[in-house]
DNA sequence: TCGCTAACATAACGAACGGTATATAATGCC
DNA sequence: GGCATTATATACCGTTCGTTATGTTAGCGA
């Protein structure tokens, strides 16, 4: 258990800081970094404003604490892809990760951080720069783990590790844009199936 | 040349219709529509605020005429890229056509339909719904072309068409994302070269 | 019980937003 | 030369934005 919050001085705390990070993840999950106000952000997360200043910062520092939620749970599907045994599965279990992330009933759609990368203002800068400078290292590991493979025999020789991780990652971003288009989980399926069909190695 | 401006009573107009739709649209695409604040517009276009109004009716009014200018010039590939001789042939005009309309030295980077579907709030809505609408058309052209490549002989005869266009669809918006994000054209050059190398079919 | 501390609720802050009212200047028509 | 018409320039509208000052309430240690 990480370490919570206990001031032991003072009045306690009547929400659960948890609980309002989760909602509050909701509201810049479905609006965008920009799009959700104050107003939206502490209707869902049922605090007040300086509640909400006394426990995050600000509204770019909760964001940062929402994003780190977002990626240490919504995201998780991409670390265990890589101990996939081969190349292959590593894609698969990518893609079809990301048709369960993207297209959950009971959730947003679409991926926060192509929602936040490729939106939008001025104010959202410092905010698009954050979440460009995360995905490094994201693909960093991909990179690697298809090295990886291709000196297990998994991947053809003459393949580009590079290319091939720009060209999956693309793939994940545009099912993420058609995702949060309104595309359903049949047609995204439908994507994964014909991606996987022309995957190289095994 | 389309119906112009002649009104031929009252003050004329001191600037160019065109020429400040075309500096309005720089504006949308490199800010997104909720980005892009007529303070930037009218500065971008070197007319004040009533002018806009006058001309354009008001921002969202603005932002159609400007997403029809981007799709007359910007999109001219895709429709170009459906006169190729092959299925191969049309995805390869398709991907680096997209290489050169988003990685233009002079000009945003990104695809201003990807931006303006993804992005963002509230008023955002009608924008969002409006932008997808559009893309529908274009999906469809694609989904004809590819069928008629399998009577054709140029794709093998069990494959799944409504698949095959959302996969190449998604690459090209994922290419757009990273485009936005800072991908170099040699960066998306090694992903449409990953992508051509597998696909299937001449 | 009395402070000390910190979270609560209310209300307001200045700035920026999209959109206009008003007054002035420039054209064509009679 | 008026007159109608339309574009221009300035200044402002009401609203919403993110953020905070202010006063009150609740728990802990003394």
Redesign the pocket.
């Known amino acids: 258990m990480l370490a919570s919050?206990t001031?032991?001085?003072?009045?306690?705390?009547?929400?659960d800081v948890d609980v309002a990070l989760t909602a509050a993840l909701r509201v810049f999950w479905s609006k965008g970094y920009?799009g959700?106000?104050?107003?939206?952000?502490t209707e869902a997360m049922g605090?007040?404003?300086?509640?909400?200043?006394?426990?995050f910062g600000?509204?770019?520092a909760l964001f940062r604490r929402a994003l780190d939620l977002y990626e240490r749970e919504k995201l998780e599907y991409t670390r265990r892809a890589l101990d996939a045994p081969t190349a292959k599965g590593v894609a698969e279990r990518m893609l079809y990760g990301a048709i369960d992330a993207q297209c959950s009933e009971c959730e947003p759609k679409g991926c926060l951080g192509v929602i936040s990368a490729v939106a939008c203002?001025?104010?959202a800068d410092a905010i698009r720069e954050h979440v460009i400078a995360r995905r490094v290292s994201s693909r960093n590991a991909l990179v690697e783990r298809l090295e990886q493979a291709k000196q297990d025999g998994d991947l053809p020789a003459e393949i580009d590790i590079d290319g091939l991780t720009g060209y999956l990652f693309a793939i994940l971003q545009g099912m993420a844009v058609q995702a949060g288009a309104g595309a359903t989980r049949e047609d995204l399926e439908k994507v994964v199936k014909t991606g996987l069909s022309m995957w190289p190695g095994r």
């Not at 605090?47 to 426990?55: D, M, Q």
Request: charged share 30%.
């Open positions: 919050n001031p032991t001085k003072g009045r306690p705390r009547e929400f920009e959700a106000s104050l107003t939206d952000l605090i007040t404003r300086p509640s909400l200043y006394a426990a600000n509204k770019e203002g001025a104010e």
